[in-house]
């Protein structure tokens, strides 16, 4: 099993760009001028004071404007922002959450995948590789009060490090999908263990990484976002012990309140982790 056409970053990227402009842009139209006159200046203030610190010249002004340019035509802003900002304003953001920790969201999510019920088998192609991997879990309160018809929206790549609807040749919900939980707040969600996997590096983010000699590695991950009716949405990534890069993570997402603990049954693997919702 593999993809029909060889993914790029550029084709991602336009990928991530046109999702971010439909589904996140809704929010902001409201924003007062002078809380953007203030973030803008401070933000241009710490670009100036790198330029003085470093005695940045006309060649590494040059070579950044060429590159800022590249990242807008390569559709790699959100992966760009996603991968090295979207950890700290998620960090502020949730703060105060006395629930379950949540991390970045990434640029690969999409909403409304398919309803599956409580105890869902998600989407895959004929002879789709990994691990067979059951993951369960119950949805509560913080207090521990199960949340009845929670919902678990779940999405991950596949074993070549690949999103549906962001690479060539997946069915369109290939291993995503979202999961109601039952009267008892549980789920039980059947799928493949993810592979870790490098961030795209064929664009003007690879490009970054090489020039910087840095590595483009993410660690396996489940990426999940459960809510219910009067609480906070948690958006989170899971991850799996002794993978090489839960210590040095491209993204900065790992947190050890994320980590499961995989247990061996007969033909794969079972993970259960428990969510715990702060009432919005």
Request: glycine share 10%.
């Amino acid at each position: 099993m593999t993809t029909e056409t060889t993914a790029t970053a550029a084709a991602s990227g336009a990928k991530a760009t046109e999702r971010f402009a439909a589904d996140k842009l809704a929010n902001v139209a409201d924003t007062p001028p002078e809380r953007v006159s203030m973030l803008a200046r401070e933000v241009l203030d710490g670009i100036h004071a790198t330029i003085r610190k470093h005695g940045v010249t006309y060649d590494e002004y040059n070579a950044l404007k060429s590159w800022l340019i590249n990242v807008g035509q390569d559709g790699e802003w959100p992966l760009f922002l996603d991968v090295w900002v979207e950890h700290v304003v998620e960090e502020v953001a949730n703060e105060s959450r006395q629930g379950s920790k949540g991390t970045i969201e990434g640029p690969y999510y999409v909403p409304n995948a398919p309803e599956l019920g409580s105890e869902a088998t998600l989407p895959t192609r004929d002879g789709e590789k990994g691990t067979p991997l059951l993951f369960q879990g119950q949805v509560t309160d913080t207090d521990g009060t199960p949340l009845a018809g929670a919902k678990v929206e779940i999405w991950h790549a596949d074993d070549e490090g690949y999103y549906s609807q962001f690479a060539p040749g997946i069915p369109e919900w290939n291993l995503r999908g979202t999961v109601t939980c039952d009267g008892e707040g549980r789920f039980w969600i059947h799928t493949l263990r993810p592979a870790p996997y490098q961030i795209p590096t064929d664009g003007s983010c690879g490009k970054l990484i090489s020039a910087a000699g840095w590595h483009a590695w993410r660690p396996a991950h489940v990426h999940l976002k459960v809510s219910a009716d009067g609480y906070q949405l948690v958006t989170t990534q899971l991850y799996f012990p002794g993978d090489p890069h839960n210590e040095d993570d491209i993204a900065s997402a790992v947190k050890p309140e994320l980590m499961l603990d995989p247990r061996q049954v007969d033909g794969g693997e079972q993970v259960t982790y428990d969510f715990a919702l702060d009432r919005a």
